[in-house]
Structures are given as C-alpha cells and as structure tokens.
T-cell receptor, first 110, second 116 residues
Framework: AQRVTQPEKLLSVFKGAPVELKCNYSYSGSPELFWYVQYSRQRLQLLLRHISRESIKGFTADLNKGETSFHLKKPFAQEEDSAMYYCVYAGGTSYGKLTFGQGTILTVHP | NAGVTQTPKFQVLKTGQSMTLQCAQDMNHEYMSWYRQDPGMGLRLIHYSVGAGITDQGEVPNGYNVSRSTTEDFPLRLLSAAPSQTSVYFC???????????????FGPGTRLTVL
C-alpha cells in the first residue's frame, strides 16, 4: 500500500546537537511532500514543502527520489524545536488529500 | 481573520448518541477536510470537499456524514457514536485543492471527543 513512514515515534537530542527526523514514502512518480509541525498548545501548521527548497527555522529537507526519502534536518537543535513533526504526502491527482506519517515527537533537552 | 474555527473544543458522548462537530473558515477557501488523530497513526482523512455542494469520502468515512451547503461551513456528523470514534478531530482548509503553493492547508484547533 502507498504510505508515508516515520520510523521514530520519539527522538531526543540535546540543545545544539544536530537532529534528523526520518521520512520514507512509497509513492511513485513525482510526489509532493511536506513537513507539518504541531507545537504544544498550538495548531498543526506547515513547516516546509519540498518544492520550495527553503530553510524554515533552520530546518531543511531534501527529496531523495532514489531512496524515496524526505528527511528533515537541522544542524543545531533548539529547545523551542520540541514538537510533534509529521511528514505528509499530498496526492497530486487526488485534490490535495493529505496522507500523514505516524509522527515523530522531538524533544530537545537543555 | 479568525482562520479555521471548530466547536466544541471538548465533548463526551454515550454510545449511540449523535452529534455534529462544527467547522468554519473565513478565508474563502474552496477545499475543506476532516481528519481524526489517533496515537501512533498520524492524521487520517475522513471526508473532504472541493467546493460548496461537493463532498467525497476519505480513508476512514464509516460512521460519519458531511455536507457543504456554503463555502464557509463544513460540519461533521456522527450518526451513532461508538467508542472507536474516541479521537481528536481536526478540520482543515486550503485555497486550492490542487498542487502548488495554494494547497497549504490551515488547521483548526481540534475537537477532543470521548465516547463512553
């Protein structure tokens, strides 16, 4: 079945350490992939999208079609990065329906 | 703009009761959708709408009905609540249902539903 997989439910790092949240997808063709984030007591919101190739809050994510991955990376984690992160696929021909990975809870310790 | 609003924030139901979760957006978005969030499963699409008068099923539609009589509102109805419907429900909207910059989805604050 086509899906998005985030292998880590929980990820803990110390402030200043590099962090990588893994995401693998199983869709063929040219996927549209996003990272959404949910901070404590805040709404789920878009963090970044692969087509923009941008860096948001120091995070980057590169689409690797060969490995079918879209890992989220930040070289120096901050305490305010602690949140739930979702890797999300948007079906190009299915009216923008989002398929979510299981989510990774990132905790950055001081 | 209020963005996407949802009511109620919390609800407790008994098995077999029915209720409607309300969702409204004031951004003139065409696309609206409902998700449920369960531990270890991410968010799963229940129903969606690409415009007023048009709705379709998502991944987990059983036990839920929707309608879209206006662009602004997209209520979700639980016909006969079951304990398996205990979850957090999120409504989302976007300007465009298709690919590109317009498909950033904006989420409501969620409704936490418990079915006893």
């Amino acid at each position: 079945a086509q899906r998005v997989t985030q292998p880590e439910k929980l990820l803990s790092v110390f402030k200043g350490a590099p962090v990588e949240l893994k995401c693998n997808y199983s869709y063929s063709g040219s996927p549209e992939l996003f990272w959404y984030v949910q901070y404590s007591r805040q709404r789920l919101q878009l963090l970044l999208r692969h087509i923009s190739r941008e860096s948001i809050k120091g995070f980057t994510a590169d689409l690797n079609k060969g490995e079918t991955s879209f890992h989220l990376k930040k070289p120096f984690a901050q305490e305010e990065d602690s949140a739930m992160y979702y890797c999300v696929y948007a079906g190009g021909t299915s009216y923008g329906k989002l398929t979510f990975g299981q989510g990774t809870i990132l905790t950055v310790h001081p | 703009n209020a963005g996407v609003t949802q009511t109620p924030k919390f609800q407790v139901l008994k098995t077999g009761q029915s209720m409607t979760l309300q969702c409204a957006q004031d951004m003139n978005h065409e696309y609206m959708s409902w998700y449920r969030q369960d531990p270890g499963m991410g968010l799963r699409l229940i129903h969606y709408s690409v415009g007023a008068g048009i709705t379709d099923q998502g991944e987990v539609p059983n036990g839920y009905n929707v309608s879209r009589s206006t662009t602004e509102d997209f209520p979700l109805r639980l016909l006969s609540a079951a304990p398996s419907q205990t979850s957090v429900y999120f409504c989302a909207s976007s300007y465009s249902p298709t690919s590109g910059a317009g498909n950033e989805q904006f989420f409501g604050p969620g409704t936490r539903l418990t079915v006893l």
